[in-house]
């Protein structure tokens, strides 16, 4: 519906966006970020839980990775936040599972709490999902849509 979408720095004054080729490369690119992070401890733990998904990938292809907020503002009301997401991975080259959304809960209760989020999130918008499609991991939660 094209919504505004601003990246909103978290661990990083000016890397926002990382495009990388390889595995290996996107997850030091990442954990370099972590190491000189400027964020707080929940910003630390959304790309923590960013990390650990392109670790658990095992493909080996190009990837635009965001470590940072995204931000997506009403298209109608000039300023008004409709949704933010927790960081978001990016797999062009891939036939599905292309966008990787994400919500990081940095807590030790309710592991439901992440999903239900992300699910409040994704409501906003005309994507298209299954509530169980939606993994929660630990007490965050992620969910792979494909572009058709």
């Not at 650990?52 to 940072?68: E, K």
Request: glycine share 4%.
């Amino acid at each position: 519906d094209e919504n505004p979408v601003v990246i909103k720095p978290t661990i990083n004054r000016d890397i926002c966006v990382v495009c990388t080729r390889g595995k290996n490369t996107r997850i030091k690119e990442l954990q370099s970020l972590l190491k000189s992070s400027i964020g707080n401890e929940d910003e630390n733990h959304e790309v923590e839980f960013l990390l650990s998904q392109i670790i658990n990938d095992s493909v080996n292809d190009t990837t635009v990775t965001i470590p940072a907020s995204i931000l997506v503002y009403q298209k109608d009301a000039v300023g008004r936040k409709l949704s933010e997401f927790d960081g978001m991975i990016i797999h062009p080259m891939r036939k599905t599972n292309q966008v990787i959304f994400l919500e990081a809960k940095n807590r030790d209760k309710k592991p439901a709490f992440g999903k239900n989020c992300l699910i409040e999130k994704l409501d906003k918008f005309s994507l298209e999902y299954a509530s169980d499609e939606i993994k929660i991991v630990d007490y965050d939660a992620y969910w792979k849509h494909s572009i058709k």
